[in-house]
């Protein structure tokens, strides 16, 4: 099992460029969240899913889009990026069988500079 | 609102003491639970513990050990004998009971250096 990949590690954007951040998970897990980690702020939900097909807004959801086609993808998309987008972006996937949903698996992050 | 308040942004340490970790969180539901997760230089999040709000026994597990204590809405980490190789941020978060989507809300995060 890989667990769950992030795909890019890294990216540098301009101001205005668009782009899309790839999680996969290979455990069947139902539910999955994207976060921002920022210098001092700890990391901040952006959007999550509990489900194929469903999305729901986090804590700093504006400026990114989220699609869930797939059980094992959840894609984040950023339409046109900013310099406040500059963060390491994690995801991570949890099931809610036997009320383990509490345990979120993380990626390896990526990490997003926008100039 | 869920709240986790790390207190403790930066804290230094000589190998082999001894050092703890505060964590103060904010709900309003009865039934939440808590976790700390480590990330080390190399910057993944690594799982050390879950807590659930009706279990206040304390946790030990080899250098590690978790103070629960709901009166005064604590959840702190000791790491005994410290050791270089702890040196990271350690999170501590929070997920409140819900019907689904378990949202995690994670405090500021202590950067933790152990000296030589």
């Known amino acids: 099992n890989a667990g769950v990949t992030q795909t890019p590690k890294f990216r540098v954007l301009k101001t205005g460029q668009s782009m899309t951040l790839l999680c996969a998970q290979d455990m069947n897990h139902e539910y999955m969240y994207w976060y921002r980690q920022d210098p001092g702020m700890g990391l901040r939900l952006i959007h999550y899913?509990?489900?194929?097909?469903?999305?729901a807004k986090g804590e700093v959801p504006d400026g990114y889009n989220v699609s869930r086609l797939k059980k094992q993808n959840f894609l984040l998309g950023l339409e046109s990026a900013a310099p406040s987008q500059t963060s390491v972006y994690f995801c991570a996937s949890s099931t809610p069988e036997a009320r383990r949903h509490y345990e979120q698996y993380f990626g390896p992050g990526t990490r997003l500079t926008v100039t | 609102a869920q709240k986790v308040t790390q207190a403790q942004t930066e804290i230094s340490v000589v190998e082999k003491e001894d050092v703890t970790l505060d964590c103060v969180y904010e709900t309003r539901d009865t039934t939440y639970y808590l976790f700390w997760y480590k990330q080390p230089p190399s910057g993944e999040l690594v799982f050390l513990i879950r807590r659930n709000s009706f279990d206040e026994q304390n946790e030990i597990s080899g250098r590690y050990s978790w103070n629960f204590q709901k009166s005064t809405s604590s959840f702190n980490f000791t790491i005994t004998a410290s050791q270089v190789v702890d040196s990271a941020v350690y999170f501590c978060a929070l997920s409140e009971e819900e019907t689904s989507g378990s949202r995690l809300t994670f405090g500021e995060g202590t950067q933790l250096t152990v000296n030589p």
């Open positions: 899913s509990v489900g194929e097909g469903t999305t």
